[in-house]
Each structure stands twice: as structure tokens, then as C-alpha cells.
């Protein structure tokens, strides 16, 4: 089968052939219909986060953000079979430790993301194993698409997750959402959606017009301000209730937490660069002394699924409403190289294999 194939780091990926996988006893194994491409792929790509311990290497299927269809059952899985339209969080818990016992499948002790592990092939390939099936899998309902829910499948279901749960966002809270990748966009719009008031702030127009679109009450382009802090407190008349960092610059996640009112609650949401290596300094006595909280945030329980489709099937959400483009497995080299640049406007999702 066809598949998309880090070589080296930082070197264009290439289309392989590569073997069909087989299942083990608590696999299925999923032909793919449409992956979603993420900046989280492009970190892999890049050979960052070994200071978290994650180190994708040469060799290794990219691809986390999948919907499909079940092509092949092991021996011990029960609850799907062949056909089944389904898709599974990136974070594949082993449905066994105490946080996936308690409904904490996205901080799994031996979480194995899929697409960045040797043991977890990706989804940009016509097909892809899953690990535990039973506990991972989650039936895609008629009214959401593959396309659809390939944007999702990460950025759309974190930033609802770094909304409703960490943040736990009120109607009419002002939440500033710093970086309008597609993390930052799906906030936009479930800020707007729950009723709250997003500040879209980033460098690019083409960006913050998306936001605009999407539902953001102002924008603000960083590139033109002195102090985005100041701006968001200008704007917001005090400082934002909510602050998201959804890129994982230095600059974006002090700006975030500057843009805070006393009492304001940040979400930090994007995983840092080379440059950062995990490391921002941050003002802890001002944040101490205004009470500000600091989250962290990282996709979204599976348990949250249902919620978030019954807001889907409602007509509050509209994933589909950030997907910028769709393509085909060969454009995927060229897709990710763009990103290094930030050229991308919203989630790209391949639907071609
Ligand atoms: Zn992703
Ligand atoms: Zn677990």
C-alpha cells in the first residue's frame, strides 16, 4: 500500500509501498478515507520534542487526524467489525492504567501517539493498525463525514477540550486566542459558538480574515502592535477572562499570559520549538499576585467525544468550517514543507490515498 514516509528529518517526505498491516489480537486495522495535516507532523517531521521523550524517527508513517472504515478485526476485538465508519483520538490509551480507568485517555501513562511511534503506524497511508480497538475506536455518526471529522481529529477536539475543560469557558467571557493555525482557528470558532468573545490575534491577515469569518469579535495583528498585551487589554476593557496559546512560541505564550485580567485562567495548548525546547520564561510573581492560572492542556478525553458530536449534529459546531484544503497523499510532501513558512490557512485534510 501507498504511504507517506519520513526518510530524514527536515528532508521532503516520499511516497512508499509499503505492507498491508496485519492486526494483532487487539488491533483493527483502518483503511483510511481522509487524515487530516497537522503542525504536530511538521514538529516529527523536524525531529523536535526529544526533551519530552518523544523522538520520531526515520522510517516512521506520519498521520494522526484519521477517519475511515474498518477493513480487518483481531482475534479479540468485540465491539466493531468490518465496515464500520469510526475514528480514533491520536493519543491511543492503553484503556488498562488508572487515567484511562478514570476517563483520562488523553494523559495515558503509556500513551502511544499515533504517527509519531514506531509501534503506531500513522494515517498517511491507505490504511493503519490501531492499538486496543475496543477501548480506542469511537463510531463516527451518520450526519459527521470522514472529511469532516479528519479536521476534528486533533486541533478542533484540543481546543474544545482547552475550552470547556481546562478553561471552562463562560457565555460572555473574553478569550484571547493567540496563534490562528488550526488549533487557534477551531477555538475561534467554539468560543463564538459557546457564546464567549475571541480575540483573534496573529501576524497574518489571511489568518486573522479566517477568524473573522469564523466568528471572532476583534482581531489583532501582532505584527503591527507595540504590545499585544496592552492591545488585548485595551480592546477587552481589563484583560481577557481566557488566553489561549496555540502556537508554542515564547512570544505568543507571554503574550497570552499578559493578556490576561486578574483572575484569568491561560491554556497553554501548542508544544514548543527547537527554540524553546520546552523551556518560556514566564512573569510567576505578577501572575501570583493577580491569581492567574496556568493550564496545560492536551487533546481531549475520548468520554468528550459524545458531547462534542451532539453539538455537531445540533448545528453549534461546524468542523467542516475549518477546513482550508483538500488534497491527495502526493501533495502531502509539499503541504508539510509549506508550513514551515506558516502558509497553511486552516486544516488541510487529505482525501485521496
Ligand atoms: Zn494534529
Ligand atoms: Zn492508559
Known amino acids: 500500500m501507498r504511504a507517506a514516509v519520513i ?39 523536524q525531529g523536535d520534542w526529544e526533551w519530552f521523550g518523544i523522538q520520531t524517527g526515520p522510517g516512521q508513517i506520519l498521520g494522526h487526524e484519521p477517519a475511515g472504515v474498518v477493513a480487518d478485526v483481531g482475534a479479540d476485538v468485540e465491539q466493531f467489525s468490518e465496515g464500520d465508519r469510526v ?4 493519543h491511543l490509551g492503553d ?46 455518526p451518520d450526519a459527521v463525514d470522514f472529511t469532516e471529522m479528519a479536521g476534528l481529529g486533533c486541533r478542533f477536539m484540543t481546543a474544545y477540550h482547552a475550552l470547556t475543560d481546562r478553561a471552562d469557558l463562560r457565555p460572555g467571557d473574553a478569550v484571547a486566542i493567540h496563534g490562528c493555525g488550526g488549533v487557534g482557528l477551531s ?23 479566517r477568524a473573522l469569518d469564523l466568528g471572532a469579535a476583534t482581531t489583532i495583528n501582532a505584527a503591527e502592535v507595540d504590545n499585544v498585551p496592552g492591545e488585548v487589554h485595551a480592546v477587552t476593557d481589563g484583560g481577557a477572562d481566557v488566553a489561549i496559546d496555540a502556537l508554542g512560541i515564547a512570544e505568543t505564550c507571554r503574550n497570552a499570559v499578559g493578556s490576561l485580567d486578574k483572575q484569568g485562567t491561560h491554556v497553554q495548548v501548542g508544544l514548543t520549538t527547537d527554540d524553546e525546547a520546552g523551556e518560556i520564561a514566564l512573569p510567576v510573581d505578577t501572575m501570583t499576585l493577580q ?47 509549506s508550513m514551515g513558512e506558516y502558509e497553511t490557512v486552516g486544516i488541510p485534510v487529505i482525501d485521496e490515498f
Open 291 to 337: 491569581e492567574i492560572d496556568f493550564h496545560g492542556s492536551y487533546g481531549m478525553p475520548p468520554i468528550r467525544y459524545d458531547e462534542l458530536f451532539r453539538l455537531i449534529d445540533a448545528g453549534t459546531l461546524e468542523p467542516s468550517k475549518i477546513v482550508g484544503e483538500t488534497l491527495s497523499l502526493d501533495d502531502v510532501p509539499a503541504t508539510l514543507s
Open 95 to 140: 484503556g488498562s492504567c488508572q487515567y484511562c480507568q478514570r476517563g483520562h485517555a488523553n494523559i495515558c501513562e503509556t500513551s502511544m501517539p499515533l504517527g509519531f511511534l514506531d509501534a503506531a503506524p500513522g494515517a498517511f497511508a491507505e490504511a493503519f493498525p490501531v492499538r486496543e480497538a475496543d477501548f480506542n475506536c469511537v463510531t463516527l
Open 7 to 45: 526518510e530524514e528529518h527536515g528532508e521532503p517526505l516520499t511516497i512508499q509501498d509499503v505492507p498491508y498491516p496485519e492486526p494483532q489480537p487487539d488491533q483493527v486495522v483502518i483503511e483510511t478515507e481522509a487524515c487530516g495535516v497537522c503542525r504536530s507532523d511538521w514538529h516529527a517531521w
Open 187 to 209: 477555538a475561534v470558532h467554539i468560543a463564538d459558538a459557546l457564546g464567549a468573545e475571541p480575540i483573534a490575534v496573529d501576524v497574518q491577515d489571511s489568518k486573522l480574515d
Open 87 to 90: 475514528t480514533v483520538p491520536f
